[in-house]
C-alpha cells in the first residue's frame, strides 16, 4: 500500500490547518485484508500530531464508500479529473494528538 499527506488548505475553505490525503492505493492481490484503513489511521494521526484539524481527499467515485466509513463527508460537488474518472472532494475533522475519530473502524 501507499499514500501520501501533506499540509495543504481545502480549496473554498477558511480552515488553515488542512493536510491533503494524496496517491492513496492498497495492490489488488492485497486488498481486504485493512492495509487500507490501517494507513488512512495513521496519516490521520499524523496530521493531528501536527496541528492539523481538516483531512480532506479527492476520491476516487468507486472509493467513496471507503472514505465514509472512516467519517470522511463530501464536500461539492462529483467532478471529472483527466485521465481517472469522476471523484469526490471529501473531508475530516482532524482532534488533537491521539484523538483520531477513525481510531475504531
Do not use: K
Not at 4 to 29: C, N, Y
Not at 39 to 45: K, V, W
Not at 74 to 87: A, K, N, S, V
Amino acid at each position: 500500500g501507499i499514500v501520501s499527506i501533506t499540509p495543504r488548505p481545502l480549496p473554498g475553505h477558511s480552515e488553515r490547518a488542512a493536510w491533503q490525503l494524496r496517491g492513496m492505493a492498497v495492490d489488488h492481490g492485497h486488498r481486504g485484508y485493512g492495509l487500507g484503513g490501517m494507513l488512512l489511521r495513521r496519516c490521520l494521526e499524523h496530521a493531528a500530531a501536527h496541528g492539523g484539524r481538516l483531512v480532506w481527499c479527492n476520491a476516487r467515485a468507486g472509493a467513496f464508500g471507503f472514505y465514509e466509513r472512516y467519517g470522511f463527508h463530501r464536500d461539492g460537488d462529483p467532478f471529472e479529473l483527466p485521465d481517472t474518472g469522476p471523484h469526490y472532494r471529501m473531508a475530516i475533522a482532524v482532534g488533537p494528538p491521539g484523538a483520531s475519530p477513525a481510531r475504531d473502524r
